[in-house]
Every structure is written in structure tokens, then in C-alpha cells.
Nanobody
Framework: QVQVVESGGGLVQPGGSLRLSCAAS????????MGWYRQAPGQQRELVAV???????NYADSVKGRFTITRDSAKNTVYLQMNMLKTEDTAVYYC???????????WGQGTQVTVSS
């Protein structure tokens, strides 16, 4: 059974930092693309960053230079380091796992990030 569990959200002031974690079990981590999405109130869910099985990581233009996605294969965990946070980064952040070869997608329950003074 696949489990995807996010953690690390919270309240932070503008300009601050947070690190989100996503631990996945029941998958072959090396054959899974890992990504972060977010959804603000009244908005559609959008891609934030993705770490593919092969190739370079990709970021939404709005977070380039501020957010970094990394993966730890020993822990089956992907991280999202968020720096220079802005109020518009406020959203529920979701971890997405997409396994090869079928591309089956799994989602975590989401973690709230609130950027406010």
C-alpha cells in the first residue's frame, strides 16, 4: 500500500523560510517522479516543483530562485526548501508521487503554509 505523508507547514513571516518534507512508502523511490503542488483558496492546484526520475528538476516561474526541491533516496523522502517567502505563497502544499512505468499518481493529504505578518 502506497502512503504519502507531508509535514513541515506552518505560519511564517514574509521573507522567512520553511522546509516541507514528504515521505513515501510502498513505492520504488528510484522509479518515481516526486513533485510539489499547491492550491490557494479559490484557485486551481498548480505545479510548484518536480524532481523527475531522470533529467533536471523543474520549477514554476513564480518560485524559481527561491524554492529548491531535493530527494533523499535513503529515506524515500523529498523536500521543498522555501526561502524568501511571500504572502502569495500561502496555500495548501501537496506532495505528488508518480510511479513508473504506468505513471500512477499518488497524493498526500496536504500541509498548510501561511505567509503573513
Amino acid at each position: 500500500q502506497v502512503q504519502v505523508v507531508e509535514s513541515g507547514g506552518g505560519l511564517v513571516q514574509p521573507g522567512g523560510s520553511l522546509r516541507l518534507s514528504c515521505a513515501a512508502s510502498g513505492i520504488i523511490f528510484s522509479r518515481s517522479a516526486m513533485g510539489w503542488y499547491r492550491q490557494a483558496p479559490g484557485q486551481q492546484r498548480e505545479l510548484v516543483a518536480v524532481s523527475p526520475v531522470a533529467g533536471s528538476t523543474n520549477y514554476a516561474d513564480s518560485v524559481k530562485g527561491r524554492f529548491t526541491i531535493t530527494r533523499d533516496s535513503a529515506k524515500n523522502t523529498v523536500y521543498l526548501q522555501m526561502n524568501m517567502l511571500k504572502t502569495e505563497d500561502t496555500a495548501v502544499y501537496y506532495c505528488n508521487v508518480r510511479t513508473l512505468p504506468l505513471g500512477t499518481a499518488y497524493w498526500g493529504q496536504g500541509t498548510q503554509v501561511t505567509v503573513s505578518s
